[in-house]
């Protein structure tokens, strides 16, 4: 498997607020530009695009025709939340390598018709969760908080554990400017947070946000001519298990990853020791904690000792989130962990650059299903 | 103009064809649940058809005993129609029937501090607020019947 035919020319972002008025078009044209002008390409270069949400207006073809195209040829809407990023940017990969499009676009919205947290609505659910959402439970957070307390009970992690992963996230958001959440918080103010879903308190949840985030991709052979130092897909792996149903996953100590990893790093010869940058997918901070351990980072319930020895920031063994990631940067669906990854192999993170960054590894989705993409700065030989 | 979503009625569950035996019989006060007549494999939730042998299955009543494998404790509105409820406790209970039949339901008759994992629960069936459909809802066994 190579997918270093083709490579990330490109990166764009809106600005990440708690409210921006405007609707996922919007945000996502705009995204798409700034991607596109930072490659050095133009609307009318592009003949691919993809995304992927749970049903929002804001489609590849919506957008495609609100950035002047009047045709587009390939595209593909994925629907999935933060667990299929991955795939999807492989998808694109594999799209341009394939010889089915030139310049692929790959973006995420969130507007304000978007939140994952809450259900106010009043609701008639079917599928698998007609059986839990009349229990009150049906969001996302209350799922993985099942997952923390049982990894608790299993290896005797604590909250203290998951305040480690949350206060070393928002300690690299106060140094990046496009993060909603900057104010630096230590042991106590984790422990003050408010209870939303014992064991998760505040902090360890996502910070919801509208805005949107775009990549380019083309072939490695055309990024050569392009604006900026191509980064490349290395390689990606995927996995799913217990149909994708959380409270089915025979075991919540550990996720997707557990599947994942050892793909992950057969198909590229690599392993967490070689990762200088990591993105770990932290819709919650429990999320990292388990992943953070099936990538083989460390070993079942050493996260807590991990973080609060400063190996997963700069000066330790790998940087995790420089960015801030989910949790203080903002809920962009992970595909802001691309962008990211993206700025920092090309050496473009300002006060925030790891130094010598020439592989990253990028976690998308949590419990049962999930993937993953290794970037490097060189084609593998 | 904002909708007062705390007086809005809980979710309530959208029957489909693999399922409405679930819900026909919790509504006539017995939990059924699939189960494969050839190879005994229960399913939850239901399938057609026995995902190992792919025989057709039925509904058969389970026991309503089992282990808490995990729990929340809901502590801020989060669900429609459950606000005035918080905080209230969530577990996924493993059924005595078979290791990994599981079923999700709220705790009660207890402290939420006082849940714990690996605690011993017994079902019992409550109607949801809002309709006819029947839920059920687990509370800790008697002492006597705590296994060791
Ligand atoms: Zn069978």
Redesign the pocket.
Known sequence: MDLSGAAIVGIGRTAYRRQSGRTGISLAAEAVRVALDDAGLAPADVDGMTCFSTGDPATPHRVSHAIGLDEIGWTVNTYAGGNQVALVIANAAAAIITGQADVVVVYRVLDAGVRYGKVTDAVEVGGVEQFSAPHGYLVPPQWFAMWARRHQHVYGSTCEDLGAIAINSRAHAVANEHAIARDPIDLDDYLAGRWIVEPFRVYDLAYEVDGAVALVLTSAEQAKDLAHRAVYPIGAAEGTGAGGMPDLWPDQTSMYSRIVAPRLWERTGLSAADIDVACMYDCFTYTVMATFEDFGFCEKGEVGDYFRAGRATYGGDVVVNPHGGLLSEGYLHGLNHHYEAVLQLRGGAGVRQVDDAELALVTAGAGPYGGAIVYGTERPC | MSIDWAKLPPPQPAPDLDSQGFWDSIGHGELRLRR?P??A?WHHPPLEH?R??A?PTEFEPVTSTGTVYTFIVQRQPAVVGYSALVPYTVAIVELDDQPGLRLTGRIVDIDADEVHIGMRVDSRIELLPGGDFHIPVFSPTLPREATP
């Open positions: 494969c050839s190879c494999l026995c190992r042998c025989t």
